[in-house]
């Protein structure tokens, strides 16, 4: 079965950087477009960012893109999220989350906690 598996988040101070990791399996990770979408407390979910299946074509929510890069590892079916340059309100659970071939997500991973605070 599908499973998307995040790890790497954690309490980082302010203008710390931090790596998250999203572990697939169950389907061919190379033929997926994949995204980072977060969900702050108390807000509605937010799409932070995307990539292609060969990874040369990218998205940034404007409220991260310069500080934030997506990359994937298709040889070891693992999207990554290097988030530098934090802020508190890039505070949040983030999910990774494959993208369904006719739009919108079809499945999740279960979140990881980011919290960038003093």
């Known amino acids: 079965q599908v499973q998307l598996v995040e790890s790497g988040g954690g309490l980082v101070q302010p203008g710390g950087s931090l790596r998250l990791s999203c572990a697939a399996s169950?389907?061919?990770?190379?033929?997926?477009?994949m995204s980072w979408v977060r969900q702050a407390p108390g807000k509605g979910l937010e799409r932070v960012s995307d990539i292609n299946t060969g990874g040369a074509s990218t998205y940034y929510a404007g409220s991260v893109k310069g500080r934030f890069t997506i990359s994937r590892d298709n040889a070891k079916n693992t999207l990554y999220l290097q988030m530098n340059s934090l802020k508190p309100e890039d505070t949040a659970l983030y999910f990774c989350a494959r993208m369904a071939p006719g739009g919108g997500y079809d499945y999740w991973g279960q979140g990881t906690q980011v919290t960038v605070s003093s």
């Open positions: 169950g389907f061919t990770f190379s033929q997926y477009f």
